[in-house]
């Protein structure tokens, strides 16, 4: 390589060691222009062509440097690790009016409900029709073994044909062997789009006769984490089917994580902005369930002060990962103390990767050059336990302001789903706790709230309001105690964000069968369904709309069909 590139590769690799593929293959997004194929001449990567200006590159790890040497390739990133959120409620949300005949008479008949999770219980009741037919149209498995989707090389697509075999046989999973064992995937779709078919009809969900599409994420064998390739994936896969059989489509996903700056400008994010004005689509993002967890760190330094950042630890966990973002322009020192007193010495950021061995942890620090995409700094920390999980007690990163102009300092630690609550800083912020890609700009953000009291849920990952940045989240759904489909037949209690999100993906749904399918409104996708919902959110509280906790209000669908009628008959 002729000279350092911005993004240390190497070093990262050492760090995440999970994102390497077979014979050390690794998968990077990749922001193009022109002949974006061109590179396979030199490199012998695999290129999958997303959308115009992005794509996915599966290339070996020691011809990753060659991409720099493209001048199609703009800009490239490594695939980050997400995992999926867990935690009154159609009348709370005022979805019962508009389901109703005497009221609008909305199913989402003739529309899309894409579930990208774990997966799905295709047996259970809520899923199938009343002539014992799957409303399931596919389900790509990206865990299967079988025939990938056209387009794509790995997992298994199972057609609304084999599903309907599967259902009559005696042994239906010898058929279509996809299961969701988590149940997380489940219970969103119940929400979303589940017909009650066992209960009477008493727990349906919002859109109870949309088709559905579903996408089993999962990597290195686990339905808990999936990276952000294949959740660009998965979109691609059901807008993809959606435009071809002319049905609008509404996804939702309830996956998210921390690793990243937080300011929607990923190429993860970017992507799914793009994406989200593709066909007539709306895409809605669970907030996370961070807000309470004390994983986010955020102040200002000054010149020659010295800040500590202290996190705990309960000494169960092998791995943490600690992402600090800061503005270039600053000049800073790092340094990390483990609770025994001893220090990984003073880290500059003019290096770019430093590692070394404290208390039988080895800790490695990358420091990210700015690019020519963006013009923040990260510094990765990475803490891994040698021979034993990380010892309890209390760490410090210690920073020491040299020569400050702007001085801001925001960290975050992994999420609860990976760490729980039981790691968390001393001195928390609980603003900017939501989780990417919940922070893209295009898609709806979903925060949650307890509708049972009306009060909001302090899990619930909460917005900020900055110059020139939007207000997060857009609004909140019911996320408490939701009873919803379980896998294996009937109705559990849940509670999180996971949970509201798709109250938005199924009330995007009748919108959409209101104004697409029914022609009264043939624009009524993406940013408008957003504005309307956002129009009608009930705002109950005597304080400043919109804010970082509620954004626009409480998702009241009834209302916003009112407004919309109103607005598209004037």
Same mark, same amino acid.
């Given at each position: 390589?002729?000279?350092?590139?911005?993004?240390?590769?190497?070093?990262?690799?050492?760090?995440?060691?999970?994102?390497?593929?077979?014979?050390?293959?690794?998968?990077?997004?990749?922001?193009?222009?022109?002949?974006?194929?061109?590179?396979?001449?030199?490199?012998?990567?695999?290129?999958?062509?997303?959308?115009?200006?992005?794509?996915?590159?599966?290339?070996?790890?020691?011809?990753?440097?060659?991409?720099?040497?493209?001048?199609?390739?703009?800009?490239?990133?490594?695939?980050?690790?997400?995992?999926?959120?867990?935690?009154?409620?159609?009348?709370?949300?005022?979805?019962?009016?508009?389901?109703?005949?005497?009221?609008?008479?909305?199913?989402?008949?003739?529309?899309?409900?894409?579930?990208?999770?774990?997966?799905?219980?295709?047996?259970?009741?809520?899923?199938?029709?009343?002539?014992?037919?799957?409303?399931?149209?596919?389900?790509?498995?990206?865990?299967?073994?079988?025939?990938?989707?056209?387009?794509?090389?790995?997992?298994?697509?199972?057609?609304?044909?084999?599903?309907?075999?599967?259902?009559?046989?005696?042994?239906?999973?010898?058929? !279509?062997? =996809?299961?969701? #064992?988590?149940?997380? @995937?489940? +219970?969103?779709?119940?929400? &979303?789009?589940?017909?009650?078919? %066992?209960?009477?009809?008493?727990?349906?969900?919002?859109?109870?006769?949309?088709?559905?599409?579903?996408?089993?994420?999962?990597?290195?064998?686990?339905?808990?984490?999936?990276?952000?390739?294949?959740?660009?994936?998965?979109?691609?896969?059901?807008?993809?089917?959606?435009?071809?059989?002319?049905?609008?489509?509404?996804?939702?996903?309830?996956?998210?994580?921390?690793?990243?700056?937080?300011?929607?400008?990923?190429?993860?994010?970017?992507?799914?902005?793009?994406?989200?004005?593709?066909?007539?689509? !709306?895409? =809605?993002?669970? #907030?996370?369930?961070? @807000?309470? +967890?004390?994983?986010?760190? &955020?102040?200002?330094?000054?010149? %020659?002060?010295?800040?500590?950042?202290?996190?705990?630890?309960?000494?169960?966990?092998?791995?943490?990962?600690?992402?600090?973002?800061?503005?270039?322009?600053?000049?800073?020192?790092?340094?990390?103390?483990?609770?025994?007193?001893?220090?990984?010495?003073?880290?500059?950021?003019?290096?770019?990767?430093?590692?070394?061995?404290?208390?039988?942890?080895?800790?490695?620090?990358?420091?990210?050059?700015?690019?020519?995409?963006?013009?923040?700094?990260?510094?990765?920390?990475?803490?891994?336990?040698?021979?034993?999980?990380?010892?309890?007690?209390?760490?410090?990163?210690?920073?020491?302001?040299?020569?400050?102009?702007?001085?801001?300092?925001?960290?975050?630690?992994?999420?609860?789903?990976?760490?729980?609550?039981?790691?968390?800083?001393?001195?928390?912020?609980?603003?900017?706790?939501?989780?990417?890609?919940?922070?893209?700009?295009?898609?709806?953000?979903?925060?949650?709230?307890?509708?049972?009291?009306?009060?909001?849920?302090?899990?619930?990952?909460?917005?900020?309001?900055?110059?020139?940045?939007?207000?997060?989240?857009?609004?909140?759904?019911?996320?408490?105690?939701?009873?919803?489909?379980?896998?294996?037949?009937?109705?559990?209690?849940?509670?999180?964000?996971?949970?509201?999100?798709?109250?938005?993906?199924?009330?995007?749904?009748?919108?959409?069968?209101?104004?697409?399918?029914?022609?009264?409104?043939?624009?009524?996708?993406?940013?408008?369904?957003?504005?309307?919902?956002?129009?009608?959110?009930?705002?109950?509280?005597?304080?400043?709309?919109?804010?970082?906790?509620?954004?626009?209000?409480?998702?009241?669908?009834?209302?916003?069909?009112?407004?919309?009628?109103?607005?598209?008959?004037?």
């Amino acid at each position: 390589m002729p000279y350092s590139y911005p993004l240390d590769v190497d070093a990262i690799m050492r760090l995440e060691p999970g994102v390497l593929e077979n014979e050390g293959n690794l998968e990077v997004i990749v922001k193009y222009s022109g002949d974006i194929m061109k590179i396979k001449e030199g490199t012998g990567a695999e290129v999958e062509i997303l959308s115009e200006g992005y794509a996915i590159v599966t290339i070996n790890i020691n011809e990753v440097w060659k991409l720099y040497t493209y001048k199609e390739v703009n800009y490239f990133e490594l695939p980050k690790m997400l995992t999926y959120f867990l935690r009154r409620s159609l009348d709370a949300a005022c979805i019962t009016p508009v389901q109703r005949p005497t009221g609008f008479n909305l199913s989402g008949a003739g529309t899309i409900v894409g579930i990208i999770d774990s997966g799905i219980d295709y047996t259970h009741s809520d899923f199938i029709n009343d002539d014992g037919t799957s409303r399931i149209i596919s389900i790509w498995d990206q865990l299967g073994e079988g025939t990938p989707p056209l387009g794509f090389r790995s997992g298994a697509e199972y057609t609304n044909e084999q599903i309907n075999l599967a259902l009559e046989s005696e042994n239906p999973y010898e058929i !279509v062997p =996809s299961r969701d #064992t988590a149940g997380h @995937g489940t +219970a969103v779709a119940g929400i &979303a789009a589940g017909n009650g078919r %066992g209960s009477g009809g008493l727990q349906k969900g919002v859109a109870y006769e949309a088709c559905i599409i579903v996408v089993k994420l999962g990597s290195r064998g686990s339905e808990n984490f999936a990276r952000t390739t294949e959740i660009m994936r998965a979109i691609k896969y059901i807008l993809d089917k959606a435009e071809n059989m002319n049905m609008p489509v509404s996804i939702n996903l309830s996956y998210g994580t921390n690793n990243g700056s937080h300011l929607g400008n990923s190429l993860f994010e970017e992507y799914i902005d793009a994406v989200a004005e593709k066909w007539k689509t !709306v895409i =809605s993002v669970a #907030t996370g369930n961070e @807000g309470s +967890a004390g994983h986010h760190f &955020a102040k200002k330094i000054n010149n %020659g002060e010295e800040i500590r950042a202290e996190f705990v630890t309960p000494g169960n966990v092998g791995k943490i990962y600690i992402t600090l973002w800061k503005n270039f322009v600053d000049d800073m020192t790092f340094e990390v103390i483990s609770p025994s007193g001893k220090s990984t010495g003073v880290i500059r950021q003019i290096e770019t990767s430093e590692s070394s061995v404290i208390d039988g942890v080895r800790v490695s620090v990358i420091l990210v050059q700015p690019t020519h995409y963006r013009t923040e700094q990260e510094i990765y920390i990475v803490l891994q336990g040698i021979n034993m999980p990380i010892p309890s007690g209390d760490w410090s990163i210690v920073i020491n302001g040299n020569n400050i102009v702007d001085g801001q300092i925001n960290m975050w630690l992994p999420t609860v789903e990976d760490v729980k609550n039981s790691t968390f800083f001393l001195q928390p912020s609980i603003d900017t706790t939501l989780t990417i890609p919940s922070t893209a700009s295009n898609i709806i953000a979903v925060g949650g709230y307890n509708a049972w009291v009306g009060i909001s849920a302090d899990f619930s990952g909460r917005g900020y309001i900055e110059k020139g940045m939007q207000v997060k989240p857009d609004f909140v759904a019911p996320a408490v105690d939701i009873t919803t489909a379980k896998v294996g037949g009937g109705y559990d209690s849940f509670t999180g964000t996971s949970m509201a999100a798709p109250f938005s993906t199924g009330s995007a749904a009748l919108m959409m069968q209101w104004g697409i399918v029914n022609k009264n409104d043939p624009f009524l996708y993406g940013q408008r369904v957003k504005a309307f919902l956002q129009k009608g959110a009930s705002r109950q509280f005597l304080i400043e709309y919109p804010n970082y906790i509620w954004g626009y209000g409480i998702l009241s669908l009834c209302t916003t069909m009112e407004i919309l009628v109103d607005y598209t008959e004037g």
